[in-house]
């Protein structure tokens, strides 16, 4: 059975990949690509190593000239990155219902989805949100910390608002999802970006639709998966 339910999320992470692409590739690749161009030659920061807020690290600094080969060079890598997060997406969401004892249905499937890009993306994002090339950040290490102790406390927040719903666990539950926010993440003195502010407002929101659609679909597929096999239907290689 276990081994059922690892194919089965496998196989909901790819598809969920694959359906994500088109919809990334029209939402958010055109913005990457127009602030691309007011990258000049001051130092990177090497936002494509730390993306957890977009959908695919594989669109930032694509570099190039933008010609139909880049271009589906661009689509084809970014349906690799896709395909591999997907299925990185959908184990994790696997691992939380087996460790939590609570199925991952076809009827649930996609709170269960939401609840993932609430944690991993959503959270995270109000402190640190997606980035494009050309704009300022911190040191690396930094951001990742704090992305790393923002998901942990609300993964715990959100468990005990869901699962413990007594007044104290409710409490509790608040505070680890204000905590890492009343801290504040790590941003640069210096804010000062030659990307246009509405590009980047853009983008944010585009990045997070997206996510939002990716997560739902990793979380719908899984339990669509997760119930033939708990009927003993075989998954589909």
């Known amino acids: 059975m276990l081994a059922r339910f690892f194919l089965a999320a496998l196989l909901a992470g790819i598809l969920a990949g ?10 958010t690749t055109p913005l990457i690509l127009a602030a691309e161009s007011y990258e000049g030659g ?10 957890p807020s977009l959908v695919s690290p594989a669109h ?29 997406f959908s184990l994790l969401l696997l691992a939380a219902s087996l460790g939590l004892d ?23 994002a109000l402190g640190l949100p997606p980035e494009l090339p050309a704009m300022p950040a911190v040191d690396l290490a930094a951001r990742q910390a704090w992305w790393v102790a923002t ?31 009343l801290v504040g ?32 679909a990793v979380g719908a597929l899984l339990g669509l998966g997760l119930d033939r096999a708990r009927r003993g239907v075989a998954v589909p290689a």
């Open 185 to 216: 993440a790590p941003h640069p003195a210096d804010i000062a970006s030659p990307v246009p502010a509405t590009l980047a407002a853009e983008f944010a929101v585009a990045s997070l639709f997206v996510s939002a659609l990716f997560w739902t």
């Open 18 to 27: 694959v359906f994500v692409t088109p919809v990334q590739h029209f939402k």
């Open 60 to 88: 930032a600094h694509g570099g190039g000239e933008h010609t139909e080969a880049g271009d589906a060079a661009r689509l084809g890598g970014t349906l690799l990155a896709n395909v591999v997060i997907g299925a990185a």
């Open 151 to 181: 998901v942990a406390l609300s993964a715990g927040g959100l468990w005990l608002l869901v699962f413990r719903r007594s007044v104290p666990a409710i409490l509790g539950g608040l505070a680890l999802l204000l905590l890492p926010h």
């Open 42 to 51: 001051e130092e990177g920061h090497d936002h494509a190593a730390f993306a």
């Open 102 to 124: 609570r199925p991952v249905t076809a009827a649930n499937g996609a709170l269960w989805g939401l609840a993932g890009f609430a944690v991993v993306t959503l959270s995270p």
